[in-house]
């Protein structure tokens, strides 16, 4: 079985395309980083089988982001 990995942005699980899951931790992270960008703040990604957080975005992070791109 291969892992995969939800995107849940302030509680809710994304749905791109149909899909609510990605076999790439990449793929997912690439879609929170997308999310941080268009001004969420409350961003998780966790392994669908364990619901274990793998990657966790706060305001602190998409602040931080800004200042980069500043």
């Known amino acids: 079985?291969?892992?995969?990995?939800?995107?849940?942005?302030?509680?809710?699980?994304?749905?791109?395309?149909?899909?609510?899951?990605?076999?790439?931790?990449?793929?997912?992270?690439?879609?929170a980083d997308s999310f941080l960008r268009y001004g969420f703040h409350s961003i998780e990604v966790r392994d669908r089988f364990t619901g274990s957080i793998i990657y966790l975005m706060t305001i602190k992070d998409k602040e931080e982001l800004n200042a980069r791109i500043s």
């Open 1 to 31: 079985m291969h892992p995969e990995y939800e995107v849940i942005v302030h509680g809710v699980r994304i749905h791109i395309d149909g899909k609510s899951s990605w076999r790439r931790l990449i793929n997912a992270k690439d879609i």
